[in-house]
Each structure stands twice: as C-alpha cells, then as structure tokens.
C-alpha cells in the first residue's frame, strides 16, 4: 500500500474567499497487499487526518482532502488505511497546506453618526470611524491604515479615524444644512470612504450691541428737545449676525 505522490510531493493551497474551498483527490496503490489476495474482495480504503498534527483546518471525506478560504498553512499528516483479503495495510503522507501573501483587497469605513455640530467656544464635537480591512481571504486587521478628510477645512480633523470639530468649523460652516466632509481610511493600496456632515446649531441670539451717541446735551428749552438715535444689531453663538430681530428699548442711569 503507498500514496499516489507527485514530484515535489503533496500540496493544497489556502483558497481566496471568492474561491471558497480548495480541494485535492488522494489515491493509494495496493501492490504492499498480501500475496494470497485474489481480488475477489473490493479494497476498502479508510482516510483520516491525524488530529495532533491539523492545525491548519484541512478536512478529509472519503479521499477527497479539502480547506476553506479560513484556512491555515502548515503541514498535515494523512493515514490510508486500506483492507482487503482479511489484510489490512495502512500508509501515511504529509501534505503541505499553502497560503500566498496577504494582499489587502477591500477597505471599508464605518462610524456611529452621520452628522456633527459645530461647537462653541472650547468645547468639541467629536465621533469615532472604525476602518475593516480584508484580504484575498476574507480576514485582516486595521493596522497599518491612515487617515485623512476633505475637505482639509480648519477646524475639521481626523486622527487614527477620530473626527474632531471645533468653533474654527464656523468659518467654512455657515448654516444649518450643513457641509459634507468625506472621511477616508488607506490600507496596502485599498481606500474606503465614508461621509459625514458638519452644521451649525439652530441659531440663538447670544449678543446684542449697541451704537449710536455717546453723550446728548440737555437743550435750554422744553421746546426743542434734543434727540439722538440708537442702532443694535444682534448675533447668535457662532458671532454671525441675526438680521429682522426686534428689540425693547429703555433708559437707565448709572
């Protein structure tokens, strides 16, 4: 009893994930048979995979040996056990499992929130984009990926995919629809590419200033009173100027 082995011996390669599964046929000789056999039974053959040895996720059914895209490489030992004539014969092989480079074939960003506002004064407005990096087999890690968003406006940042937003924004933010950044993760070549947009708060009147006179003289007569007039103007949280605002006006003495 032998394995068929082809020169070089025997290999399976780790499948690509639009692959699936890879598999080979095993097949033995049975010359190592007793002499006595006269083929009047069928040779059975038995195949298993010896279970300390298989760390690499191969299966075996009947003789066909397979694994999948989640495969790993390393080396196995297969067992044909093979029984005819009241004679059993058993052989082994290693097969080597082979698995290319990984190569980064798809990058996608994904985050909790599609939308920030612009802060004000100190405070921030942050949220926090993941990057899923695959391979030609389907697994990878994020490590190795960069960051980047545009547009590069100030006030607008993303370090290790952590979008920050501060009061700069207001400068390039000028309402509440809103402007969209795009936030994109790189990986080995492979980009992927999430949008989130930044706006102004409902505006809030915050200041209202006054302009006009700063002094007026008490007239020498009832009868030609003196008058001077007052303008306001009023802005909201950002500094942007509110316009059609109604004011009430009084008179105090310091």
Do not use: H
Not at 6 to 35: D, F, H, M
Not at 168 to 173: I, L, R, S
Request: one cysteine or more; proline letters at 3%.
């Amino acid at each position: 009893n032998g394995f068929v082995e082809p020169e070089g011996g025997l290999t399976l390669a780790v499948p690509n994930k639009s692959t699936g599964t890879n598999s080979i046929t095993l097949s033995v000789t049975n010359t190592g048979l007793a002499g006595e056999y006269t083929g009047t039974d069928t040779p059975t053959t038995t195949w298993s995979i010896t279970a300390d040895q298989n760390s690499t996720g191969a299966t075996i059914s009947g003789n066909t040996l397979s694994i999948t895209n989640e495969g790993k490489a390393g080396e196995i030992t297969v067992k044909a056990s093979t029984v005819a004539g009241g004679e059993t014969v058993t052989d082994t092989a290693k097969v080597k499992i082979t698995k290319a480079t990984s190569v980064v074939e798809s990058v996608a960003v994904s985050g909790t929130t599609t939308s920030l506002e612009v802060p004000v004064g100190d405070k921030t407005a942050e949220t926090t984009f993941s990057a899923t990096v695959e391979d030609q087999y389907g697994s990878g890690s994020a490590e190795g990926v960069t960051w980047s968003i545009s547009p590069a406006d100030k006030g607008v940042t993303v370090a290790n995919g952590k979008v920050t937003v501060t009061s700069g924004a207001a400068e390039y933010v000028t309402d509440t629809t809103g402007k969209e950044f795009t936030v994109t993760a790189t990986c080995g070549g492979k980009s992927g590419e999430a949008t989130l947009t930044v706006k102004r708060a409902a505006s809030e009147a915050t200041t209202v200033t006054v302009t006009g006179a700063d002094s007026i003289e008490v007239p020498a007569s009832n009868t030609t009173p003196a008058t001077a007039t007052y303008q306001f103007a009023v802005a909201d949280q950002y500094g942007s100027a509110m316009k059609g605002q109604t004011a009430a006006w009084s008179v105090s003495t310091n």
